[in-house]
């Protein structure tokens, strides 16, 4: 086994330190005595009389200690141990199998391999891939990720192959079971196939496993709820966002899955479609950079435009979805305007969506009012924040019923001022929504000469 130069410091070392230190628990003589113990238990050559469960046990053990070794030793040992097992235990057991692949795998991860060592890992991994037993097929995908994640893109393509065999294969096999096998399993699996997808892409561009893998889970999460349980569907979303944010995708494949996530952020299920809204968001801003990067005028004005219409359906979400749906979105929107979008392109929409009759959820969209003016406010643009109020102010005036009108104007002065006395006092208004009441009518007068004396005045001649 060859070991790398460079030594990885994590947590195993701080670990040690607080035991040392705080409890005064001398962790290196602990484990050097367990390790000991477990050698004795575990070499083939000194256990003929150990009982099979006790090597079981003891095989369990060592890959829990695993999480607190302190050096590259003790994982050079458990190599060494795990791979003599390998030789002589039966392959029968495959409860001992399962402890002996992720043993030898967790310690790979760590000391590194080199050309033979290749050979010999990526024979462990199709031999439990190709088990019959569940278990142990968990416990070699589980055992390649710990090999391929701490080092992508390097020589570890050896492992590909049978991987990608085994995940094709599978995959559809869960499909057309509608997850009759363990949730475990398929989560690992599309663990796997996301984990390729992201870092491996120039060693999977001549198959078609990016096409069946992505024809796959978009059946998945197409399916009813009873169909794909929520785990499933939640992991498939995160995976389609890592596969975004890496970057690898060629525009069509960028477009299906942004179709994809319009499609989800309509669905009945606010978890789900909320989910959906993460995927949406993650391609917005995800597109967003690869604009910058490579600017072109003809690109930028496309972009822009479906931009809008990405927008246009979240404000569609705050007025059809469930009021805990449109919470999340009416937090969120403000800041996706001010990254997306200029003055004059937005405040038209927010203002109108703000003064329609069929938005179920004002008081939501005054917040949104509120945090689009603050962040104009906080670009030195309150010129463009009181042209906007005095622009619209008279739509203001036409609501019904009065209680609306004065209330809507209450929302909107408070936004527009930089006092912060007044700007303080929007919670309390909101939750006066519909009411017309001496303290209603006093809250206008206050907002209505503030604004007049400290914004009119300032921006625009006497009249």
Same mark, same amino acid.
């Given at each position: 086994?060859?070991?790398?130069?460079?030594?990885?410091?994590?947590?195993?070392?701080?670990?040690?330190?607080?035991?040392?230190?705080?409890?005064?628990?001398?962790?290196?003589?602990?484990?050097?005595?367990?390790?000991?113990?477990?050698?004795?238990?575990?070499?083939?050559?000194?256990?003929?009389?150990?009982?099979?469960?006790?090597?079981?046990?003891?095989?369990?053990?060592?890959?829990?200690?695993?999480?607190?070794?302190?050096?590259?030793?003790?994982?050079?040992?458990?190599?060494?141990?795990?791979?003599?097992?390998?030789?002589?235990?039966?392959?029968?057991?495959?409860?001992m199998m399962q402890?002996?692949?992720?043993?030898?795998?967790?310690?790979?991860?760590?000391?590194?391999?080199?050309?033979?060592?290749?050979?010999?890992?990526?024979?462990?991994?199709?031999?439990?891939?190709?088990?019959?037993?569940?278990?142990?097929?968990?416990?070699?995908?589980?055992?390649?990720?710990?090999?391929?994640?701490?080092?992508?893109?390097?020589?570890?393509?050896?492992?590909?192959?049978?991987?990608?065999?085994?995940?094709?294969?599978?995959?559809?096999?869960?499909?057309?079971?509608?997850?009759?096998?363990?949730?475990?399993?398929?989560?690992?699996?599309?663990?796997?196939?996301?984990?390729?997808?992201?870092?491996?892409?120039?060693?999977?561009?001549?198959?078609?496993?990016?096409?069946?893998?992505?024809?796959?889970v978009v059946t998945?999460?197409?399916?009813?709820?009873?169909?794909?349980?929520?785990?499933?569907?939640?992991?498939?979303?995160?995976?389609?966002?890592?596969?975004?944010?890496?970057?690898?995708?060629?525009?069509?494949?960028?477009?299906?899955?942004i179709k994809l996530?319009?499609?989800?952020?309509?669905?009945?299920?606010?978890?789900?479609?909320?989910?959906?809204?993460?995927?949406?968001?993650?391609?917005?801003?995800?597109?967003?950079?690869?604009?910058?990067?490579?600017?072109?005028?003809?690109?930028?004005?496309?972009?822009?435009?479906?931009?809008?219409?990405?927008?246009?359906?979240?404000?569609?979400?705050?007025?059809?979805?469930?009021?805990?749906?449109?919470?999340?979105?009416?937090?969120?929107?403000?800041?996706?305007?001010?990254?997306?979008?200029?003055?004059?392109?937005?405040?038209?929409?927010?203002?109108?969506?703000?003064?329609?009759?069929?938005?179920?959820?004002?008081?939501?969209?005054?917040?949104?009012?509120?945090?689009?003016?603050?962040?104009? /406010? %906080?670009?030195?643009?309150?010129? #463009? +924040?009181?042209?906007?109020?005095? &622009?619209? =102010?008279?739509?203001? @005036? /036409? %609501?019904?019923?009065?209680?609306? #009108? +004065?209330?809507?104007?209450?929302? &909107?002065? =408070?936004?527009?001022? @930089?006092?912060?006395?007044?700007?303080?006092?929007?919670?309390?208004?909101?939750?006066?929504?519909?009411?017309?009441?001496?303290?209603?009518?006093?809250?206008?007068?206050?907002?209505?000469?503030?604004?007049?004396?400290?914004?009119?005045?300032?921006?625009?001649?006497?009249?």
């Amino acid at each position: 086994m060859q070991v790398s130069e460079t030594d990885n410091k994590d947590d195993a070392y701080s670990r040690a330190t607080i035991f040392e230190e705080d409890i005064g628990l001398d962790i290196h003589s602990c484990l050097q005595f367990l390790l000991e113990l477990f050698e004795r238990w575990l070499t083939p050559q000194t256990s003929q009389n150990i009982t099979i469960n006790l090597k079981r046990e003891a095989a369990k053990s060592v890959l829990v200690l695993s999480d607190i070794f302190v050096n590259r030793e003790h994982f050079q040992w458990m190599y060494d141990i795990f791979m003599e097992l390998y030789k002589y235990h039966p392959a029968e057991d495959d409860v001992m199998m399962q402890y002996i692949v992720i043993g030898i795998c967790k310690a790979v991860s760590v000391l590194g391999l080199d050309g033979q060592s290749v050979d010999k890992i990526c024979r462990v991994i199709e031999f439990s891939l190709k088990s019959s037993y569940l278990s142990l097929q968990i416990c070699g995908l589980f055992g390649v990720l710990y090999i391929l994640e701490p080092h992508p893109m390097s020589s570890l393509t050896a492992f590909l192959d049978p991987l990608i065999n085994y995940l094709t294969t599978k995959l559809s096999e869960v499909q057309l079971m509608s997850f009759g096998t363990s949730y475990q399993h398929t989560l690992v699996m599309l663990s796997a196939a996301f984990f390729i997808i992201e870092h491996y892409v120039d060693d999977i561009k001549d198959t078609n496993f990016f096409q069946l893998v992505l024809q796959i889970v978009v059946t998945m999460i197409s399916a009813s709820d009873e169909v794909t349980p929520p785990v499933i569907y939640h992991a498939i979303m995160r995976g389609l966002e890592r596969i975004i944010l890496s970057f690898t995708l060629t525009p069509d494949e960028s477009d299906m899955i942004i179709k994809l996530s319009i499609d989800r952020l309509s669905m009945p299920s606010p978890e789900r479609a909320l989910s959906a809204l993460g995927l949406l968001l993650t391609c917005m801003y995800a597109g967003k950079i690869e604009s910058e990067a490579n600017p072109g005028q003809e690109l930028d004005a496309m972009a822009n435009v479906h931009t809008i219409e990405r927008v246009t359906i979240l404000f569609d979400r705050i007025r059809k979805g469930l009021p805990s749906e449109a919470t999340v979105v009416a937090h969120i929107l403000p800041s996706v305007l001010e990254d997306f979008f200029s003055p004059q392109e937005i405040m038209n929409k927010v203002i109108g969506e703000f003064l329609s009759s069929q938005q179920p959820h004002p008081q939501l969209m005054a917040e949104v009012l509120f945090k689009v003016f603050e962040n104009l /406010q %906080r670009q030195s643009q309150q010129t #463009a +924040v009181t042209k906007w109020v005095m &622009l619209s =102010i008279g739509s203001f @005036t /036409q %609501r019904t019923p009065l209680a609306m #009108a +004065v209330w809507g104007l209450n929302c &909107l002065l =408070i936004s527009a001022s @930089t006092n912060y006395w007044i700007r303080s006092l929007l919670p309390y208004v909101i939750s006066r929504i519909g009411k017309l009441e001496q303290v209603d009518k006093q809250i206008f007068y206050t907002t209505a000469l503030d604004f007049f004396v400290n914004k009119v005045c300032k921006c625009f001649d006497p009249f």
